[in-house]
């Protein structure tokens, strides 16, 4: 069995520093001031998506994304000591991580709109160290429908045995796209369209119960 996790709002509790930071690199690097936060207004809601689309008619746009990135990691680790709570694990999300590492039957993996650094730094507050774990992000492909799939390749696991845990609308749309099973997992799964959703991972037996079913179910 494969459990594939996003980490924005799933595994760590972003809210909104991460928006000021994004918006703040992208205007100091590229000159551009960002219309919105709503991640839903671009074509790809990860990363690179958003900076690409931004930067299409730009001279120089791929050296402009590296700057970008490591711009915005660097203001998110500026942030982080003022903005803790933005950091910090979704309760129970570090032991549940551990939990699933312990079993025999699965193997977890990483699958992010993030940088592959962004991710990286955002694990690493939380407690767990990204390169641990077989992982894809928008620095291999803008994506989401692609970088799912990329991180089940790179587990060894074909992706018909996986189920993804997101938050975002995005999430939903990419794991119908690839018809794979979605656990929502976090605030705004008050507002997915998933038939199973969790606030955080405070109760782990009935996660990885449901876990268990779905996959299954997929036999």
């Not at 700057?67 to 203001?75: I, N």
Request: charged share 25%; aromatic share 8%.
């Amino acid at each position: 069995m494969l459990a594939i996790f996003d980490i924005d709002g799933t595994i760590c509790d972003t809210q909104e520093v991460e928006g000021r930071c994004f918006a703040l690199a992208f205007e100091e690097v590229c000159g551009i001031s960002l219309k919105t936060l709503d991640w839903t207004q671009y074509s790809e809601a990860t990363s690179s998506g958003i900076a690409r689309e931004l930067l299409i008619n730009q001279s120089d746009s791929v050296n402009k994304e590296r700057c970008f990135q490591d711009r915005f990691v660097e203001l998110l680790r500026k942030a982080q000591p003022g903005s803790p709570g933005d950091f910090c694990p979704l309760p129970g999300a570090t032991e549940f991580i551990a939990r699933l590492q312990g079993h025999p039957a699965i193997t977890v993996a990483f699958a992010t709109g993030g940088f592959d650094t962004e991710a990286a730094f955002k694990l690493d507050c939380c407690g767990i160290q990204l390169s641990n774990f077989p992982h894809a992000t928008s620095s291999d492909t803008p994506r989401r429908r692609d970088i799912i799939p990329l991180a089940a390749e790179r587990s060894g696991i074909h992706i018909s045995r996986a189920v993804y845990f997101g938050d975002g609308n995005w999430d939903v749309e990419a794991c119908r796209t690839l018809q794979i099973p979605m656990i929502g997992i976090g605030r705004r799964i008050d507002h997915l369209a998933v038939r199973d959703g969790y606030r955080d991972f405070s109760d782990p037996d009935s996660i990885l119960e449901t876990f268990e079913r779905i996959n299954n179910n997929n036999l």
